[in-house]
């Protein structure tokens, strides 16, 4: 047994996607979470600069005695998730990726992708959807904007259906049968984006898999948690009076949000 906290780390709150999912599996595991605001969006950033970030993230969550980091961010983790293996061999590491196998496996032959631009033109989405879906059409969508609306707890409303109908258009919505969510921020607008493509085509995220995986390696590493009542810390990179009510809205429960200094 071990109740050290599980660390997250994001550009952002994209990420309380997969803490969610993580302790919904697992309540008795505590948690540390960081958002990366200061450099929020990481999607038009660099490689070396999201690495050279998440390096600082994984310290901070060390400093802290994680027993285990989420890289909970799509473009973070293509950005150099061997990496930050290799720097940090002494604890746990797992990425999240686009469900880009699970989508092949269930479509009749033509899904999307929404993603940040970063990862959607990464050499890493584009080969894993050759390797995964090589028969079937995949429209591979950076959708740049869509952060923007859940970092500031907008999830629905006219701004986002215009944004979404930019991206999700009418003559691709008659061609696929399954939509991935490719960055850990779009699952909180899954609500809005039924509302546009309709209740026939699937919607698929990574965060199940995610918290299975978690549970998987806390256990092969014989290090699962029973804290009789877990915390749950979040940080964020930024002083702002409005983060703790936009992940309260994002979680639906009350939320404090503290200030790192990174």
């Known amino acids: 047994m071990d109740n050290s ?22 309540p008795h595991e505590s948690t540390v979470y960081i ?22 993230l994984i310290r901070f969550l060390l400093a802290r005695h994680v027993k285990l980091i989420v890289v909970a961010c799509n473009t973070a983790t293509i950005a150099g998730i061997d990496t930050y293996r290799r720097l ?7 990425g999240v990726v686009p469900v880009v196998k699970t989508a092949a496996q269930l479509s009749a032959g033509s899904f999307a992708v929404l993603s940040t631009s970063f990862t959607a033109q990464s050499r890493y989405q584009k080969l894993l959807i050759r390797k995964f879906a090589p028969r079937a059409q995949v429209y591979n969508l950076g959708c ?34 399954i939509i991935v969510l490719g960055c850990t921020h779009y699952p909180f607008l899954q609500k809005a984006i039924r509302a546009i493509v309709g209740s026939k085509i699937r919607i698929l995220d990574s965060g199940g898999a995610v ?17 009789k009542r877990a915390t749950h810390e979040f940080y964020s990179t930024i002083e702002n009076d409005t983060l703790s009510r936009v992940a309260g809205t994002l979680l639906k429960k009350k939320v404090r949000v503290q200030y790192a200094d990174i």
Do not use: C, M, W
């Not at 994001?10 to 599996?25: E, I, K, N, P, T």
């Open 88 to 94: 940090f061999p002494d604890v746990p590491i797992i």
């Open 211 to 227: 918290a299975r995986h978690v549970e998987r390696i806390l256990t092969h590493n014989d290090i699962p948690g029973h804290a």
């Open 144 to 177: 740049p904007n869509l952060l923007s609306f859940v970092e500031n707890g907008i999830l629905q409303g006219k701004q986002i259906d215009r944004e979404l109908g930019q991206i999700l258009t009418p003559r691709i919505l008659k061609k696929i049968d």
């Open 5 to 26: 906290p599980i660390g997250f780390f994001d550009s952002g709150f994209g990420g309380l996607s997969v803490y969610q999912r993580v302790s919904a599996l697992l």
């Open 35 to 56: 958002g990366d605001h200061a450099f929020l969006p990481y999607g038009g950033k660099t490689r070396r600069r999201i690495q050279a970030r998440a390096v600082k």
